[in-house]
């Protein structure tokens, strides 16, 4: 899609930018959550140096209680646990989920990494079902590469 080239030199601006880390990654997940109409919640979970727990940075979208996530456990604690992408298009079928919102329908996480560890996560949440293409997934893994180099 188009505005999916147009929003990865967006991000591209963010990161070369002036903004200090904390602002980068909060307009980033601004920039995508307004230009964007499936996606609904986003945020950067950022994993602790001791790599068990991830804990919520900057996100857009209403407050969660999950501010802290074992490795491991839900959708951001499995796609942190395996390096890959995780798409789950109906969060209802997803034994190993934890609910943000009785909203949210689907969800996407793409792991952050640097130098071949996990060094964060984008998750995006969407109130709809079956939200996320595969064109999403290229797209927000490219926005990970570049997100890589800040974290
Ligand atoms: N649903 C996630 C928890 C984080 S919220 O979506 C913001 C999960 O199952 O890991």
Same mark, same amino acid.
């Given at each position: 899609?188009?505005?999916?080239?147009?929003?990865?030199?967006e991000?591209?601006?963010?990161? +070369?930018?002036?903004?200090?880390?904390?602002?980068?990654?909060? +307009?980033?997940?601004?920039?995508?959550?307004?230009?964007?109409?499936?996606?609904?919640?986003?945020?950067?979970?950022l994993?602790? #140096?001791? $790599?068990? *727990?991830?804990?919520?940075?900057?996100? +857009?979208?209403?407050?969660? =209680?999950? %501010?802290?996530? #074992?490795?491991?456990?839900g959708?951001?604690?499995?796609?942190? =646990?395996?390096?890959?992408?995780? %798409?789950?298009q109906?969060?209802?079928?997803?034994?190993?989920?934890?609910?943000?919102s009785?909203? %949210?329908?689907? =969800?996407?996480?793409? #792991?952050?990494?640097? *130098?071949?560890?996990?060094v964060?996560?984008? *998750?995006?949440d969407s109130? $709809?079902?079956?939200?996320?293409?595969? =064109?999403?997934?290229?797209?927000?893994e490219?926005?990970?590469?570049?997100?890589?180099?800040?974290?």
């Amino acid at each position: 899609m188009k505005v999916y080239s147009a929003l990865l030199r967006e991000v591209g601006a963010i990161v +070369a930018g002036p903004l200090e880390q904390n602002q980068k990654l909060q +307009a980033i997940c601004e920039l995508l959550r307004d230009r964007v109409a499936h996606y609904d919640w986003v945020g950067f979970y950022l994993i602790e #140096p001791s $790599a068990t *727990d991830l804990v919520l940075g900057p996100y +857009a979208g209403e407050p969660t =209680e999950h %501010v802290r996530i #074992p490795v491991g456990r839900g959708i951001c604690g499995q796609a942190a =646990e395996t390096k890959q992408t995780f %798409v789950v298009q109906d969060v209802s079928q997803e034994s190993n989920y934890l609910s943000c919102s009785p909203k %949210v329908r689907s =969800e996407i996480v793409v #792991p952050i990494l640097r *130098d071949g560890k996990v060094v964060g996560e984008l *998750d995006i949440d969407s109130h $709809a079902l079956e939200a996320f293409s595969e =064109e999403d997934t290229a797209f927000l893994e490219g926005i990970c590469k570049a997100v890589g180099s800040l974290l």
